[in-house]
T-cell receptor, first 109, second 113 residues
Framework: QQPVQSPQAVILREGEDAVINCSSS?????VHWYRQKHGEAPVFLMI?????EQKGHEKISASFNEKKQQSSLYLTASQLSYSGTYFC??????????FGAGTRLTVKP | NAGVTQTPKFQVLKTGQSMTLQCAQDMNHEYMSWYRQDPGMGLRLIHYSVGAGITDQGEVPNGYNVSRSTTEDFPLRLLSAAPSQTSVYFCATWSAGFFQGQFFGPGTRLTVL
């Protein structure tokens, strides 16, 4: 079953912050976050393993709440280069990966 | 290193035709997978492999076959193409031990008429 992402779309001004959420109804082994630019392949941002740890990547970080089977991606002080579609991918113990429908992020000057 | 390569980049088929999408990697990753992405939608897992000789079905396997005879190659076969298989197909690889996420190939854009 695919994870549910919210919101579907976000429009920001440069320097603003955003949060993208991902939730699953099934027990997870890991959560992945990817960004895809139009016409390109998805690019890996970070992975979170069960245990609730928070990872960071530049001004982008994420958390994983194992009890709630939820992950959130935090984008702070957004830049124009952050524009794209963000996908969360949830992996179970059988290495079966399911992706959410994506969140389209637009950062304007 | 080429990373993950996919051929062809574009393909047009007629309904009922068969073809093979190629995926090759030089990253020595044990895991490989195939996804399809339809307009405005996320990636849906078709088949995946955890090593040479081992494959398993994903979310949408019907109409597709895979095999994994080597670590490097993971071809996807469309048995009898249908318009519903019009999509962009991505191959991805990853290594379980390094938590680096999946590396995606550039994709194959397939149109079935």
């Amino acid at each position: 079953q695919q994870p549910v992402q919210s919101p579907q779309a976000v429009i920001l001004r440069e320097g603003e912050d955003a949060v993208i959420n991902c939730s699953s109804s099934k027990a997870l082994y890991s959560v992945h976050w990817y960004r895809q630019k139009h016409g390109e392949a998805p690019v890996f941002l970070m992975i979170l393993l069960k245990g609730g740890e928070q990872k960071g990547h530049e001004k982008i970080s994420a958390s994983f709440n194992e009890k709630k089977q939820q992950s959130s991606l935090y984008l702070t002080a957004s830049q124009l280069s952050y524009s794209g579609t963000y996908f969360c991918g949830t992996e179970n113990l059988n290495n079966d990966m399911r992706f959410g429908a994506g969140t389209r992020l637009t950062v304007k000057p | 290193n080429a990373g993950v390569t996919q051929t062809p980049k574009f393909q047009v088929l007629k309904t009922g035709q068969s073809m093979t999408l190629q995926c090759a990697q030089d990253m020595n990753h044990e895991y490989m997978s195939w996804y399809r992405q339809d307009p405005g939608m996320g990636l849906r897992l078709i088949h995946y492999s955890v090593g040479a000789g081992i494959t398993d079905q994903g979310e949408v396997p019907n109409g597709y076959n895979v095999s994994r005879s080597t670590t490097e190659d993971f071809p996807l076969r469309l048995l009898s193409a249908a318009p519903s298989q019009t999509s962009v197909y991505f191959c991805a690889t990853w290594s379980a031990g390094f938590f680096q996420g999946q590396f995606f190939g550039p994709g194959t854009r397939l149109t079935v008429l």
